[in-house]
């Protein structure tokens, strides 16, 4: 399970995609909305290498418990972020005045 | 009839198992580590929420953005030291299940001068941006960027202690099973902090770069 390979593997992979999110974006590849999903793409991929490779996360006998901790947890990760940044920015969209100087909503 | 409305007699219900079921004192202790691990993903979560509502083009109010100066490919060199860093850990790791002691040190004295470059990297960009008068009091934006980029630097930082740690505890004591269990937490936290930084990376730094 955990050997120099696996380490190896999860590395190599987490690495590239960080080097191809960071030439997409520096190099302003894509037009933007493309290129946030080509990003989040990257990030995404990266993490579940890391978590497989380097945190084993799989669904042995020896690790299922973990994983079905990780699963519990995600739906709070999602109901954090997500919810909070969907009630600001609906709270912005119907209280922030248009402030003269200052840039606007998006 | 149900099974629910089985008569059930207490003298004779079974509620847990006699038995042995293995779960030694490591298993149980990393069990528990990794809980702490995702409820520390659960602060970072909450940073990042904070980050996304303090992210907006008037949350800068006319000051610097993340766009203005973040340089992609200097902290590209900052994720590379730290993968490396989570690598040769891992590799030590493997060392210790070979029984290779001197493995295990020499792996954690690169994961050790790794994560200090991690941060001396970290530093110096933020004494550059200080330096340029880029600073958290500036803007809620900038506050937010701080707070998530700078805790995740102090996780770093008590990860170089805690590799500091295990280094004397593993050259003093020897490969105990007591050490072998701090040494597969610290393995986790480590590990963690680069999933983290992947996020905060991606979403932080490269987003902010070209919004």
Not at chain 2, 74 to 85: D, E, P, V
Request: with cysteine; net charge neutral.
């Amino acid at each position: 399970m955990a050997s120099r390979r696996g380490y190896l593997t999860g590395f190599i992979l987490a690495s590239v995609l960080m080097a191809l999110a960071t030439f997409l974006v520096s190099s302003h590849a894509l037009p933007p909305f493309a290129l946030l999903l080509a990003i989040m793409a990257c990030a995404g991929f990266a993490v579940i290498a890391q978590v497989y490779f380097l945190l084993h996360i799989d669904i042995s006998e020896h690790n299922i418990w973990n994983t079905v901790a990780l699963v519990a947890f995600v739906p709070l990760f999602v109901i954090t972020i997500g919810l909070t940044w969907w009630m600001f920015s609906q709270l912005y969209l119907r209280t922030m005045p248009s402030i003269p100087g200052m840039p606007g909503m998006h | 009839m149900s099974h629910a409305e089985t008569v059930v007699d207490p003298d004779k219900v079974r509620l847990w198992s006699e038995d042995y079921d293995g779960h030694d004192v490591i298993s149980t202790r990393t069990f528990g580590f990794w809980m702490y691990v995702l409820s520390d993903a659960m602060l970072f979560a909450t940073l990042f929420a904070a980050y996304g509502v303090l992210s907006y083009p008037h949350s800068y109010y006319t000051g610097p953005t993340p766009a203005q100066f973040v340089t992609p490919w200097y902290t590209f060199t900052q994720t590379m030291a730290l993968f490396l860093s989570v690598l040769i850990y891992g590799w030590a790791m493997t060392s210790l299940k070979e029984g290779n002691k001197s493995g295990v040190i020499n792996g954690l004295l690169g994961a050790l001068v790794l994560g200090v470059l991690f941060l001396a990297l970290d530093i110096h960009d933020v004494m550059r941006l200080i330096a340029a008068g880029i600073t958290p009091e500036v803007s809620g934006g900038l506050s937010a960027f701080y707070c998530l980029t700078q805790v995740h630097a102090a996780h770093i930082f008590a990860g170089l202690i805690w590799i500091v740690v295990m280094l004397w505890q593993v050259a003093r004591k020897g490969v105990t099973e007591d050490v072998v269990g701090r040494l597969i937490s610290l393995r986790m936290f480590w590990q963690f902090q680069a999933v983290m930084w992947v996020f905060i990376y991606v979403f932080v730094y490269l987003w902010g770069y070209m919004s």
